[in-house]
C-alpha cells in the first residue's frame, strides 16, 4: 500500500485501498515513554484525536496510558481485547 497499491489480497479477496496512508519516519513502534510523548508534543493532530495504545503487556500499557494522559494534551485509551477500532 505504501508504494501505491490500488488493491490488496485480504483472506482470498482482492479489496480496494480506500486508506490515505502517511509513514512516521523516527518513530519506533518500542519508543519508551519519553520518545512517544515527545513525538506527539510536536505532532500536528488535533487535541480530540483518539490515542489508543494497542500492543504490549497489560501493565505497561496502563502505565503509558497515564503517563501520556498527564503529560500530553491527548486523551489516551488502552484498546480492549479484540476490540475494533473505527479510523
Known amino acids: 500500500m505504501v508504494n501505491g497499491a490500488e488493491r490488496i489480497k485480504i ?3 482482492w479489496i480496494p ?3 490515505r496512508l502517511e ?3 523516527g518513530l519506533s513502534g518500542h519508543g519508551d515513554f519519553t520518545e512517544i510523548e515527545q ?6 493532530l488535533a487535541p480530540e ?3 489508543n495504545l494497542i500492543h504490549g503487556d497489560p ?3 496502563e502505565a503509558m ?3 501520556l494522559r498527564q503529560n500530553t494534551r491527548f486523551e ?8 475494533i477500532l473505527r479510523l
Open 23 to 25: 509513514v512516521l519516519s
Open 17 to 19: 485501498v480506500k486508506a
Open 76 to 83: 489516551v485509551e488502552v484498546a480492549g481485547y479484540q476490540s
Open 59 to 61: 501493565e505497561a500499557l
Open 39 to 44: 513525538w506527539l508534543a510536536q505532532s500536528d
Open 11 to 13: 483472506h482470498g479477496d
Open 65 to 67: 496510558k497515564d503517563h
Open 49 to 51: 484525536t483518539p490515542i
